[in-house]
């Protein structure tokens, strides 16, 4: 045994719940304190001294000699060709040891260093073209473009809940109403007004609506999108049949027919629309309607949107 594996022995000994010394002296508690205090100074020191006289000590010579070798790999051959299947894999363990004992000392941390120089090579061939890339595309430029717009922060009406019992910056936690329109967080007290709107904790806008507002701007004047062209024209022939048998008293105060509306740019000509005569009725009839006329460009082109979706499903 060469020196300083001794003397890391007895360091670990001393420092052992197992030594006699402390063994001894755990009856009294002041010794016991003296002779922990001083396993331990001793075995700290006696590892400093192992490990001086590790770095002096001669290297040890290898027991492992020429013929050692031989006799193992002359072992291996006869438990191979026995034909015992135990035997053969302890000859399979044998050729394994005497692999590691002809390879170089330090084959094993330069393999380790190529497999990690191998893996750098790798990172780079597939990093560098990425980074080329972003620095092509100013994709840092469009990040910080981003971070600094608020259309990214500010919700839209209908992108979020226009009324809930769960906290919004909180999944899963109920809320409690405390007044109109008015709900408070059970978790952190945050009260949330989901009529004026509010700010999430991530600085993220929601601004102010309610349920009713689900279907503005999508209504036809009386319920036009659940009728068919049968009802309509049953309803029109009905009404005809009604102004014959009025008296004349009442055809001198009815009012006129509407005159026919102007036809929007946006819509093209009037020829487009009438290929159907149930389309140019719910037409003429949103174009007359003061939802249209007290509406702005981007509110009408919604409300055309509207109407011919509805006029699919009839």
Not at 50 to 58: S, T
């Amino acid at each position: 045994m060469r020196i300083a594996e001794m003397l890391q022995a007895i360091a670990s000994w001393l420092e052992s719940p197992n030594n006699e010394a402390i063994l001894l002296s755990e009856y009294h508690a002041d010794s016991m304190k003296v002779v922990a205090e001083s396993c331990v100074l001793a075995a700290a020191l006696l590892r400093n001294a192992a490990d001086q006289v590790g770095q002096m000590e001669p290297p040890e010579e290898s027991k492992i000699t020429p013929q050692a070798v031989e006799e193992i790999a002359a072992l291996a051959a006869a438990f191979d060709a026995s034909g015992d299947a135990r035997l053969k894999k302890q000859a399979s363990v044998l050729d394994e040891l005497l692999l590691s004992i002809a390879s170089p000392p330090n084959a094993l941390a330069e393999r380790k260093d190529l497999l990690d120089s191998r893996t750098e090579e790798l990172k780079k061939k597939y990093e560098d073209p990425s980074k080329e890339l972003a620095k092509t595309n100013k994709i840092a430029d469009s990040e910080k473009a981003i971070e600094k717009s608020n259309m990214t922060k500010t919700y839209k009406i209908m992108e979020a809940p226009l009324s809930t019992r769960y906290c919004p910056d909180h999944p899963g936690v109920q809320i409690a109403r405390v007044g109109e329109h008015l709900w408070q967080c059970e978790l952190d007290k945050k009260s949330y007004n989901y009529e004026t709107g509010f700010e999430l904790n991530n600085g993220s806008k929601v601004p102010g609506g309610d349920v009713s507002q689900q279907t503005q701007g999508v209504n036809i004047p009386y319920h036009a999108i659940f009728d068919t062209r049968e009802g309509r024209l049953g309803a029109k022939t009905a009404s005809d049949n009604s102004d014959a048998a009025m008296p004349m008293v009442i055809k001198r105060v009815k009012v006129e027919k509407s005159p026919e509306p102007e036809i929007p740019e946006m819509l093209g000509t009037e020829e487009e629309f009438k290929g159907e005569d149930h389309e140019w009725d719910f037409l003429k009839e949103l174009l007359n309607s003061p939802e249209w006329k007290n509406s702005d460009q981007d509110t009408k082109k919604l409300l055309l949107k509207n109407l011919k979706d509805s006029l699919k499903t009839l």
